[in-house]
């Protein structure tokens, strides 16, 4: 028989498949639009049915956070992989093996120090270290910054190593997750666009070219301005699933948010006018909640879809507590019996996800018709 949304035991994690390839499709659209490749971030989904609809069935050029992630989409046939971690001299063994079990896999550095390490590690067979020279544009997050000379050095060094390989400059707009609306998000944009463009511009002058050159952040990538045309390259990662900290960025609506976690009613408080469902924050995780999501603070955590009356107003490892959103009105519990299923769209879906061992992904009619298992570890 057919198993259904409501069959499954809660909680859980669904996904609409039709979601995550409309989400997949209009970002490739957005990058066509703009002439530029797309490199999709793995981490949100980590699972490889989902790499495999964000490249299109190319298995080519993706953005990982974790080297387990890179072994997982090399295992998986995938190429043209970039560890977009700053690189740790401990794990360059480890990306050694993948540097040479692949065609073209690159690691990103922003010191001297780890600089030194790869030249000093031979990959053999005259093969070189593909590196991405990660950049801060005024982020403040990591990478050198874009208007020093050490990022002249930086490049230099790699230029004049027979070890080494300049494959281009990688800047994350991690500030367009800060203020509020569109505005802030396109000043952010522009301002990084135009930070890795003057750096292109300065390696000109010393007769160095720059292969690759791009920014990325879902809500940048998904309201793109016309200035990213002129990179090469987009990053973007989240909008495979968008959640709902996305949706108050104007990154997507409710309709294209992908995953929610599925919940039951196990219990009635009238004492206290609560109830309580059975996912805590080892099913949806602690990030988020009120206005460090962009929310009015005390709104609660997440959204529970159809019912804009209610709020998740805390969560314990594995319940949370239902209140109304006017807790000074009276919860009509039976409106709610026990049994009751909610859905609860994740306001951080990467982390939502990475609580997960495996997703049960759903179809236009609520039929489960596969279950994806993400890779987990570092």
């Not at 930086?154 to 390989?165: G, M, Q, R, T």
């Not at 505005?183 to 930070?195: G, I, P, S």
């Not at 879902?218 to 002129?230: A, E, F, G, L």
Request: charged content about 20%; aromatic content about 8%.
């Amino acid at each position: 028989m057919q198993r259904k949304v409501y069959d499954l035991s809660t909680p859980c994690l669904v996904v609409h498949k039709a979601k995550v390839k409309s989400n997949a499709d209009k970002m490739q659209e957005r990058a066509d639009w703009a002439g530029v490749a797309l490199r999709p971030h793995f981490k949100t989904s980590k699972c490889v049915e989902a790499a495999i609809i964000q490249t299109g069935g190319t298995k080519r050029c993706m953005a990982v956070s974790t080297l387990a992630e890179a072994e997982c989409l090399q295992e998986n046939g995938f190429e043209d992989i970039l560890y977009a971690v700053p690189l740790s001299t401990s794990k360059i063994e480890r990306c050694a093996r993948l540097a040479r079990a692949m065609n073209d896999f690159s690691v990103m550095i922003d010191s001297q120090h780890s600089l030194i390490a790869l030249d000093s590690k031979n990959l053999g067979n005259d093969k070189q270290w593909n590196i991405f020279v990660k950049i801060d544009c005024n982020n403040g997050r990591a990478g050198i910054l874009y208007s020093s000379d050490d990022a002249l050095v930086l490049v230099n060094a790699i230029i004049k190593s027979n070890k080494l390989n300049f494959r281009g400059l990688y800047a994350h707009c991690g500030d367009s997750y800060h203020g509020t609306g569109l505005d802030c998000v396109h000043q952010v944009a522009k301002r990084t666009t135009l930070n890795v463009l003057e750096l292109v511009e300065r390696l000109k002058e010393e007769s160095i070219t720059c292969p690759v050159y791009g920014i990325g952040s879902t809500p940048t990538c998904s309201n793109p301005i016309p200035v990213m045309s002129k990179l090469t390259e987009w990053h973007p990662g989240n909008y495979i699933f968008y959640d709902v900290f996305q949706m108050t960025k104007g990154s997507c609506s409710q309709d294209e948010i992908a995953c929610f976690v599925l919940t039951r009613v196990i219990g009635h408080y009238p004492q206290s006018n609560h109830m309580i469902v059975d996912c805590g924050f080892t099913a949806l995780s602690l990030h988020g909640g009120g206005d460090c999501c962009g929310l009015t603070p005390g709104s609660g955590y997440r959204k529970i879809e159809g019912h804009p009356e209610l709020k998740l107003a805390e969560m314990n490892q594995e319940h949370g507590l239902i209140r109304l959103v006017n807790e000074s009105a009276t919860l009509e519990f039976a409106t709610y019996p026990i049994g009751t299923i909610f859905r609860i769209f994740p306001d951080h879906s990467c982390a939502t996800a990475a609580m997960h061992r495996v997703f049960f992904i759903a179809d236009e009619s609520e039929n489960i018709i596969e279950e994806w298992r993400p890779v987990s570890g570092w």
